[in-house]
């Protein structure tokens, strides 16, 4: 009776509170000192750069001037001479408006693709993280049905010495040990890789000396379905993509506009025959436009026109994706809950075989196959927590309900 008591504890799954997951507070500073994070940030500084001079424009005030010496044989003497020019291009009225209007949209669109980025690093955060407290929950497992299985070769081994078991049943109770330690090691393995990678590649994350309990979101259910949509209206991968076509569509307008060439105004002075000729004048410089600038407004256009049409793909992309993960996360939880039943069953099944192998009405080759049909259970109860646990909490975060804005 005491050992399938202790059997039973054993193999019982760990009771499901609340979902372990590390203080929001040093998420959100591990996230800003993401290196993807950072270099979006800075794009956002370019960004900021750029639109500043797309407002100011590209014309700058021109100083050109030239100073000569003169010389007149018939007069036999020489002259000094200069020319000064002062101009500057003027934008043509409609043009500045149009590149202040792109200047902020090219900012927005930064701005939004800084945040899709910590969006992706939240996630891959998610991942390491449910990878390590799964591997880690498996190898808790495996050392339970190492300690069940040393214990059960302990007494098969006082039951030889008593005659009371042959030789037989303690070689295979060994062998079932140190399969069970093969097992321990595996795991220990894969648990301590995953803590690894998880460190390092967010090493501003402090990180428990073990990991905490593996447990399901389940209160969250009920919100799947506003969770999904949250994940479409809060999007920044789609504001990103809208902002971006709006920008565009603004620098076609622009391109088309400039086909007719922005005017040079300027001052000139000059003074010739060593200052017995001066004057001052202003001058109109207007090119024409040809093929070059209806080119690059075709080119424009197009681009326009494209940027529409990525926006509205990565809308449906957006929305395919969150309707797959409420399917798929609906799924896992299903799942989940029937491999926590098939525990419980492999469980009673165990303690059951194991009460009749110590009063010697069952084999020991069908308890340590009970024993192995329960840590299989477990471990596949372990993957189906897992992924049920990763997919609420990536649910959460695309939503914006955890971690991120």
């Known amino acids: ?27 959100r500073a591990a996230l800003e000192a993401y290196p993807a994070v950072m270099a979006a940030d800075a794009r956002v500084d370019a960004a900021r750069g750029a639109g500043d001079a797309l407002r100011a424009g590209p014309h700058e005030v021109t100083l050109q001037g ?6 007149v044989d018939l007069e036999g003497r020489d002259y000094r001479e200069y020319d000064a020019t002062l101009s500057r291009a003027v934008r043509l009225p409609g043009k500045a408006s149009l590149d202040r209007k792109a200047a902020g949209l090219g900012v927005e669109v930064a701005i939004n693709r800084a945040e899709d980025a910590r969006h992706q690093a939240a996630l891959a955060l998610a991942e390491l993280w449910y990878r390590w407290l799964g591997a880690s929950a498996g190898h808790r497992n495996a050392l339970a049905t190492q300690g069940n299985l040393e214990q ?143 080119g690059l407004a075709a080119e424009a256009a197009g681009t326009a026109r494209a940027a529409t049409f990525e926006a509205a793909n ?58 192995r049909l329960a840590y299989e259970a477990r471990a596949a109860e372990i993957d189906a927590r897992t992924a049920a646990a990763l997919a609420v909490t990536k649910m959460r975060i695309d939503a914006h309900a955890l971690w991120i804005k």
Request: glycine share 6%; charged share 30%.
């Open 66 to 71: 030239t100073l000569s010496n003169r010389r």
């Open 152 to 294: 059960a070769a302990r007494a098969i081994d006082r039951r030889v010495a008593l005659r009371d078991a042959a030789v037989l049943d303690a070689d295979q109770a060994a062998a079932a040990v140190a399969s069970a330690a093969l097992r321990v090691g595996e795991a220990a393995a894969t648990r301590d890789r995953a803590r690894a990678e998880l460190a390092a590649t967010l090493p501003e994350l402090a990180l428990p000396s073990e990991a905490p309990d593996l447990a399901v979101a389940e209160t969250y259910e009920a919100a799947l379905a506003s969770l999904a949509a949250d994940a479409v209206t809060k999007s920044h991968d789609i504001t990103a993509a809208d902002r971006n076509s709006d920008r565009e569509g603004a620098l076609a307008r622009r391109a088309k506009l400039d086909r007719l060439p922005d005017p040079t105004l300027g001052l000139r002075s000059f003074q010739e025959r060593g200052g017995q000729e001066k004057g001052v004048g202003v001058f109109l410089s207007l090119p024409f436009g040809g093929g070059y600038r209806r």
């Open 1 to 27: 009776m005491k050992r399938a008591l202790l059997i039973l504890a054993l193999a019982t799954p760990l009771p499901v509170l609340a979902q372990e997951l590390p203080p929001a507070d040093e998420v």
């Open 314 to 371: 990565v809308r449906r992309e957006v929305e395919a994706h969150s309707a797959g993960d409420l399917a798929e996360t609906r799924t896992r939880l299903a799942a989940w809950r029937a491999a926590r039943a098939a525990v419980a069953r492999s469980d009673a099944a165990a303690t059951k075989t194991a009460r009749g192998q110590d009063l010697g009405v069952v084999d020991l080759a069908d308890r340590l196959y009970a024993d």
